[in-house]
């Protein structure tokens, strides 16, 4: 039996575990008693795996007890437990999560208050500045920016992607003018705005799309929840305007076309009149 004491060689008192793991064969310690100090806590017991099985660098280790990671000196798990000190215990050691680390920091002038990723790939922001912020990732997790564009003048506080049956990609963001935006991506960027959902009486704190683009819902400060048209029925009616201006067809959505946020043309949608219901 092995035999582990405290480095200064303090009494404490000793108990008899074995060591077990469902990890691969190179990562198993001797299935052999162990004598180790009860006052041992998840550091320690990780430092004796680690020389038992000769690990440079060493390798950070969780511990469970009777299914229960271990968080407290042994002796305190053991009497939390009613364990007797005088059995042997079971150790089962499982590779730590290592809490993440910051590879690179992507600055903003104001506080980011909404982080969507897309299917393409691209991670879009929002913040307090009323921009949104384009991102795209190297194969070695970098960051740069692409694109920027004022969305909401308040600043923003929500953006929910989705990706149409033709596969467009579509961007909805919310802010705290009390407006909805629609946005799509024609290959640089979500700046080419489509519509402005309007119906919120004071800031719009929440954006969410349905997979399928068929409905949106959002919620603001003024306490309503609306329920409005997808992206696919507002696109189309935008498809019917733009057709008749050029004398295509006879037919007219009744939606205001104006001057977006971003510098484009987008079709405002007001609610009711189909948009569909609110709750407050």
């Given at each position: ?17 074995r ?8 990562l198993?310690v001797?299935d ?53 000190a005088?059995s ?8 730590a ?52 564009f ?6 923003v ?14 961007l ?16 640089e ?26 409905q ?5 400060w ?23 201006v ?20 987008e079709?405002?949608?007001?609610a ?9």
């Open positions: 039996m092995v035999e582990v004491t405290e480095p200064h060689g303090e009494s404490d008192t000793q108990l008899t575990c060591f077990v793991t469902k990890l691969a064969e190179e198993r001797p052999s008693p162990v004598s180790i100090p009860a006052s041992l806590t998840r550091y320690g017991l990780s430092q004796i795996v680690n020389h038992l099985l000769g690990l440079d660098p060493p390798r950070p280790f969780d511990f469970l007890v009777e299914g229960e990671l271990v968080r407290s000196p042994l002796q305190q798990l053991l009497l939390s437990k009613a364990i007797s005088e042997v215990l079971t150790i089962e050691y499982v590779p999560v290592v809490p993440p680390t910051s590879k690179q920091q992507c600055p903003h002038d104001d506080w980011v208050t909404a982080v969507t990723g897309t299917a393409a790939g691209y991670v879009v922001t929002g913040s307090g500045d009323g921009l949104v912020r384009t991102w795209e990732l190297s194969d070695q997790g970098e960051a740069s920016c692409s694109g920027a004022v969305a909401h003048p308040g600043g506080t929500s953006l929910s992607s989705v990706l149409t049956a033709k596969s467009e990609e579509l909805y963001s919310a802010g705290k003018d009390g407006v909805l935006r629609l946005w799509i991506n024609k290959g960027g979500f700046d080419r705005p489509v519509a402005a959902f309007k119906g919120h009486t004071d800031s719009v704190q929440c954006v969410a799309a349905s997979p399928g683009c068929k949106l819902a959002s919620c603001g003024d306490g309503v929840i609306r329920l409005w048209r997808g992206a696919d029925a507002v696109m189309a009616s935008a498809s019917e305007d733009e057709g008749a050029a004398g295509k067809s006879g037919k007219k959505s009744g939606g205001k076309r104006r001057r977006g946020a971003g510098g484009g043309v079709q405002e949608v007001a009711g009149g189909g948009t569909g219901g609110s709750w407050g």
